[in-house]
């Protein structure tokens, strides 16, 4: 096995140990760049991580038939509710990674940002840090 190939192996079997089987995850004391490391981590798929003041929460695994059925179902609610008033501005964001530096991060399923200033793609990121819409916000709200 190629020591790059076994770095990997090692990565799933530590996130094996963190979130084993058939059991429902659970908060694990971990750093910012632990947390900083497995959302890197470029092999690894259908995941969700939440971070909060020193613990990190791994989802592992699809999300079932029904969730993902109810969750597609928002952002046609949100456009339906948001066409009757077209003046008024709304981004909606599916699970998308939000991180509050060293402190909080967070993969919701859907996010929606009334107002001016919603949070937008930049090239090679694959997180949106929080503290840059909290300081380019006018008016809008994050919920």
């Known amino acids: 096995m190629s020591r790059e190939k076994y770095k990997i192996a090692m990565h799933y079997s530590t996130l094996a140990t963190r979130h084993p089987a058939n059991t429902l995850p ?16 470029p092999n690894l798929e259908r995941v969700k991580l939440f971070f909060n003041e020193g613990y990190l929460l791994i989802e592992m695994g699809a999300e ?10 928002f952002p046609i ?7 009757r008033t077209p003046e008024q501005r709304f981004k909606c964001m599916g699970r998308c990674q939000l991180e509050k530096l060293n402190q909080q991060a967070a993969a919701p399923d859907q996010v929606l940002y ?23 916000r006018s008016g809008g709200r994050n919920y």
């Open 26 to 41: 659970q908060w694990q004391p971990a750093t910012w760049s632990e947390y900083l490391a497995d959302r890197d981590e």
């Open 64 to 73: 079932g038939i029904n969730h993902a059925i109810v969750c597609n179902l």
């Open 77 to 83: 609610l949100f456009f339906l509710w948001f066409s």
């Open 114 to 136: 009334i107002g001016e200033g919603a949070p937008s793609y930049s090239k090679g990121t694959t997180s949106y840090r929080l503290e840059k819409m909290a300081g380019s």
